[in-house]
């Protein structure tokens, strides 16, 4: 593809030439052809500009990068120095919302600018080409780093091939060389290096991470390497997803597109979840029965089922990409600090104060509204009443209940016929109400709630003052009070067996069961579960209910989160993410459909140790000798 050339080839020297030829004044048809000429230019001018073609969105995309390399060419005769994303923005060279990413090196010497059609291909162009290539791609892409390159990709919707570095001559290309653990089969990478002519030999310095070899014969690293390691976790209808190094990953059934991947095919591994940006930490990630939302640099996204709104991005419509939840409304600017995700809605917390959107049926979206009308943006959820002057910290959504901590109390809005709202009776709030006024929980101070199940059968459980307490539906002894009797306000989760002695820290309620993370002052917290265990998701190597905790199977583990699915759990441990439960969907990530009643690591989120690492690589050809940086990192 040609970038501008033909607006700033020969033809505006044509139209010079007419308006100048003749001395002192212009004839009607030379003006007339000028104007016509220039009309067309413009036209051409503005296609370019923004990217418009009709042909193909992948030709749309390449084109995006057009104005990015003209703007840069200019940039470069007049200031001697290449220009960030920033300075094009406010240069008006690209939009804000246009899906391209640059990156400059610290002299302004050399850039790479990117740009992902919605095929998801990804094109790239630098300051030594004259035409877009896609990624990966061999050949020369300026001065930056192969490591800096797949960052930019990642930064437009997600790149996770590794890039193929390319040689020239005796010299190291790319300063660092990316590891990648894509499969359970061994990768290899190059160090980027070629000999004018001889034979090579190599050595190494450094510590290299755990599974990876180096080979002095070809110098190349091998390896079988999973993971990196996991932050959070959240375990869906029948899938499941995690942070690890601060992006989203999810696996399992792919109904609707809620891994997230671009697809709608399953995966029995953790796929990385598109749409994101790249430039931004994830810091919470939620499951609910077909969608799912993350926080990503303090703002919100959704994917998946978006039948109700419950994407919250203004629309109906599905999604297998991660989409901005509107903040231009309601939210404001203000950062999102928690986000929970249902079957049919999801709510978020910015600026003390709790939003949702979707489904609005029995009051679920607690602004007041009982229609089935959705809201496909987000609605404030009433601040009058009960939580008037109280700042709200956190959310859950169940798929027919929503519940707040707010100034350290539970509160609780939509369906209530299992008694799930917690405030001791049986009927449908529209708005807030406050739960646990009298009982177990009085005067306790909540520091994790969690909503789950659905109907009658719908529970609520918290932790307050380090004690675990529930109220709903008990067909199952998903109360955890050695009872089967639904409670309309919240009862003490039994103590008298494994939980003796231990301070509760954290809750999750999936559809029929509960887990916590419990622990003594001194020690480490480890995982216990309670409930329906047909499917083995209470992890005790059982498939039998139980009405009282057991214990999940972690006590050698260092347990920092749990969460609960429909049938299925998860927790991050010492050595990574772990499931255990039901598994026909590959909810597990295991790389397989085998059903666990014990915990199992999910594949590639496993704590495997010594990554990034820098390793100096020698490389002898006779007499020469040349000494690289590789860098070796976990994708």
């Known amino acids: 593809m040609k970038f501008q050339r033909s607006v700033k080839g020969t033809q505006p020297s044509r139209l010079r030439a007419l308006l100048s030829s003749r001395a002192g004044g212009f004839d009607l048809p030379s003006v007339m052809t000028a104007s016509f000429i220039s009309l067309i230019l413009v036209a051409a001018s503005l296609v370019l500009a923004v990217g418009v073609m009709p042909w193909s969105q992948d030709s749309i995309s390449k084109d995006a990068l057009g104005p990015v390399r003209t703007a840069q060419q200019t940039a470069k005769s007049t200031t001697r120095a290449f220009l960030s994303k920033s300075d094009l923005i406010a240069k008006k060279a690209i939009s804000p919302n246009d899906a391209v990413d640059v990156a400059v090196d610290a002299g302004g010497n050399c850039y790479v600018a990117v740009s992902k059609s919605d095929s998801g291909r990804v094109f790239y162009v630098t300051n030594t080409q004259s035409e877009a290539r896609e990624l990966p791609a061999a050949g020369d892409t300026g001065c930056l780093s192969v490591t800096a390159v797949k960052a930019l990709a990642d930064s437009v919707g997600g790149f996770d091939d590794r890039l193929t570095a390319a040689t020239s001559g005796f010299r190291l290309t790319y300063p660092n060389a990316v590891f990648s653990a894509a499969s359970a089969a061994a990768e290899t990478i190059s160090p980027v290096i070629a000999a004018d002519s001889g034979a090579l030999t190599y050595s190494y310095a450094g510590t290299l991470p755990d599974g990876v070899t180096f080979d002095t014969a070809t110098g190349q690293f091998t390896g079988s390497v999973w993971g990196s390691g996991a932050e959070a976790v959240s375990a869906g209808g029948a899938y499941g997803c995690s942070i690890s190094s601060k992006k989203a990953y999810c696996w399992g059934d792919n109904t609707a597109g809620k891994l997230g991947n671009g697809t709608t095919a399953g995966s029995l591994v953790p796929v990385p979840v598109r749409g994101l940006p790249g430039d931004k930490p994830v810091t919470a990630v939620s499951t609910g029965t077909d969608s799912a939302c993350a926080i990503a640099g303090g703002e919100a996204y959704c994917w998946g089922l978006n039948s109700s709104g419950q994407l919250g991005n203004g629309t109906t419509t599905n999604s297998s990409e991660a989409v901005k939840v509107d903040q231009g409304g309601v939210l404001g600017k203000a950062a999102v600090t928690s986000i929970s995700v249902g079957q049919r809605s999801a709510c978020a917390v910015t600026n003390g104060a709790a939003f949702c959107w979707g489904a609005g049926t029995n009051g679920l979206r607690g602004d007041g509204a009982t229609s089935a009308a959705v809201a496909a943006a987000p609605v404030r959820v009433t601040s009058t009443g009960v939580l008037a002057h109280k700042t709200v910290t956190s959310v859950t959504v169940a798929s027919s209940h929503a519940c707040a901590i707010a100034s350290g109390k539970a509160y609780c809005w939509g369906l209530n016929s299992g008694g799930q709202l917690g405030d001791g009776s049986t009927v449908t709030r529209a708005v807030p109400v406050a739960s646990g006024t009298s009982g177990a929980m009085f005067g306790k101070t909540v520091t994790s709630l969690s909503a789950g199940g659905d109907g009658a059968s719908a529970t609520t459980c918290a932790?307050?003052?380090?004690?675990?307490?529930?109220?709903?539906?008990?067909?199952?002894?998903?109360?955890?009070?050695?009872?089967?009797?639904?409670?309309?306000?919240?009862?003490?989760?039994?103590?008298?067996?494994?939980?003796?002695?231990?301070?509760a820290s954290t809750v999750s309620t999936g559809y029929y069961h509960s887990c916590i993370t419990a622990g003594t002052t001194a020690g480490p917290a480890h995982a216990y579960c309670w409930g329906q265990g047909i499917d083995g998701q209470l992890g005790n190597a059982s498939l039998a209910d139980s009405k009282v905790p057991v214990s999940a199977g972690l006590d050698t583990e260092s347990v920092t989160g749990i969460a609960t699915g429909r049938n299925h759990s998860c927790a991050i441990a010492a050595a990574g993410a772990v499931c255990w439960g039901l598994n026909i969907s590959g909810q597990l990530g295991t790389g397989t459909t085998a059903q666990s009643s014990q915990p199992v690591g999910v594949k590639g989120l496993g704590s495997s140790t010594g990554f990034p690492s820098d390793i100096q690589v020698t490389v002898t050809n006779g007499a020469d000798t040349d000494t690289a940086q590789v860098k070796l990192e976990l994708r």
Do not use: F, R
Not at 470 to 498: F, H, R
């Open 463 to 503: 932790v307050a003052s380090g004690k675990a307490y529930c109220w709903g539906g008990n067909g199952y002894g998903q109360l955890g009070d050695n009872t089967l009797i639904s409670k309309s306000s919240p009862v003490a989760v039994n103590t008298a067996g494994v939980l003796a002695g231990l301070t």
